[in-house]
């Protein structure tokens, strides 16, 4: 005894599946990333964070300094150390970097910082680590 489906049926059970691959697709795209953020020289060894403050009274390292971030970087390097490959940087004093992830547009940020709900995958920065 087979039983016929309706194309109603038919036509319900495939829009529920496409809605669910499609549901299921936007969470594997997370738009929203934890990143990790450090003081860091050119080549990404991680340097004291009073280098990287720019708020006009601190050491402002100058132009050799950047801060480095990346969704694999978590808090707790030690200065001196490089930071594992696939970071990004950008300049210390990068106003508008600084604010596009959520971190004060002057100032000191201290070695370690996570912001959480950071927007895109790695944030699209300036450049990228050789290594």
Same mark, same amino acid.
């Given at each position: 005894m087979n039983r016929r489906m309706s194309?109603?049926?038919?036509s319900l059970t495939s829009? $529920?599946?496409l809605l669910a691959a499609g549901g299921?697709? #936007? @969470?594997?795209?997370?738009?929203?990333?934890d990143e990790g953020f450090y003081c #860091? +020289? #050119? %080549?990404?060894?991680?340097v004291d964070e009073d280098? @990287?403050? +720019?708020?006009g009274g601190g050491g402002g390292g100058g132009s050799g300094f $950047?801060?480095?971030?990346? #969704?694999?970087?978590? !808090? &707790?390097? *030690?200065?001196?150390?490089?930071? *594992?490959? &696939? =970071? !990004?940087?950008f300049a210390y004093n990068d106003a508008a970097s600084r604010a596009? $992830? =959520?971190? *004060?547009?002057? &100032?000191r940020?201290? %070695?370690?910082t996570v912001k959480t709900s950071v927007v895109g995958k790695g944030g699209g920065s300036s450049s990228k680590s050789g290594g």
């Open positions: 194309s109603r049926t038919v829009t $529920f599946l299921t697709a #936007a @969470c594997d795209n997370d738009e929203y990333v #860091a +020289d #050119a %080549n990404g060894v991680i280098y @990287c403050d +720019d708020d $950047f801060i480095w971030h990346s #969704a694999g970087y978590r !808090s &707790g390097y *030690p200065i001196g150390q490089k930071l *594992p490959s &696939g =970071g !990004s940087k596009k $992830f =959520g971190l *004060p547009s002057t &100032g940020i201290s %070695n370690g």
